[in-house]
């Protein structure tokens, strides 16, 4: 591996060779930047993640992995840590040009032959297990150290479930564990776009019952058909904007996995108009509760 880029920088503020491997953990099938050696690359382009620990993480292991001298190019938008990135980037010990484009800061760099506070940063973003949340997670994670409140309402209000199952968008896999705690249940099925958090679900949900999959709920095929149940708490975020459509994206993917009969538990914020889509797809919709600005909907099919 000569060249790693991490993310979809656009095409018009940094030029990506075609032989760049691509390293996030948000691209299904993507290589693991941790896992690159020490020194072995010759340029790294990044499109720097928005939340500072998860981004000087990324940006320590692409220095880490730069041969002495070997160039770096990250950037990101203004407001999602762009303004951030040279000052980081200089207390790494780089000399740092940082330009402004589109609303993008765009910083390049040599990486210098002993970089500073690498381990530090590594110490910050990499896993670990939180106590108040007795569960393995990592920086950069939906929800990673705290319980969202979302969740929070689905699993207080979730009977007990039987049979085949999904759980879409299983983040560290705390809705799943619920879901898992009822005997009934033969099997669940866990997916989540993100790498690290299928790594943390396979920590965290110890059970033959389990099947956890990396991959993306918008690619048809990903949800395997004919369950009774499938819980979810759908992001409406892409790349740090709304985007309310994913929502309706794991609607349709449930709709098309579940039998008839079978059911979907849904919560989301309360402002997020997802009753048109689950009542265009289902013969019956309830709001089973609703609490702090979510709503929790049971959908049969």
């Known amino acids: 591996m000569r060249h790693a880029v991490y993310g979809l ?3 018009d503020l940094a030029e990506v060779p075609g032989d760049a491997v691509q390293v ?3 691209i299904p099938g993507s290589a693991r930047l941790e896992d690159v050696s020490a020194g072995s690359l010759e340029a790294a382009t990044l499109l720097a993640p928005p939340g500072t620990a998860e981004r000087r993480y990324v940006l320590a292991l692409a220095l880490a992995a730069l041969a002495p001298g070997g160039r770096l190019t990250a950037l990101a938008p203004k407001d999602r840590g762009g303004a951030r990135l040279a000052k980081e980037l200089a207390g790494f010990g780089c000399a740092v040009q940082d330009a402004p484009r589109r609303h993008h800061r765009i910083c390049t760099a040599a990486r210098p032959a002993e970089p500073a506070g690498l381990d530090a940063a590594l110490a910050e973003g990499r896993p670990r297990h939180v106590d108040n949340l007795a569960l393995c997670t990592q920086p950069g994670i939906f929800s990673w150290d705290r319980l969202d409140p979302g969740t929070a309402l689905l699993m ?3 009977p007990p479930l039987k049979g085949r199952g999904a759980d879409l968008g299983c983040g560290l896999g705390i809705l799943a564990r619920a879901a898992l705690g009822s005997a009934a249940v033969s099997e669940l099925t866990l997916i989540d776009l993100d790498r690290r958090a299928v790594e943390m679900a396979r920590r965290n949900v110890e059970d033959a019952r389990a099947r956890i ?3 993306d709920i918008r690619a048809a095929g990903t949800v395997p058909p004919g369950l009774d149940f499938v819980v979810t708490n759908p992001p409406f975020h892409d790349g740090g904007a709304e985007d309310q459509a994913l929502g309706g994206v794991f609607i349709a993917r449930a709709a098309e996995a ?3 009969g079978g059911s979907l538990w849904l919560v989301a914020n309360a ?14 919709v309830s709001v089973a509760a609703q609490a702090g600005g979510y709503k929790l909907f049971e959908a049969r099919k």
């Open 9 to 11: 920088p656009p095409a």
């Open 156 to 158: 207080a209000a979730l």
């Open 258 to 260: 579940l039998r008839p």
């Open 271 to 284: 402002h997020l108009p997802y009753e048109t889509p689950l009542r265009a797809q289902f013969r019956g």
């Open 24 to 26: 996030s953990p948000l």
């Open 213 to 215: 999959l990396w991959a």
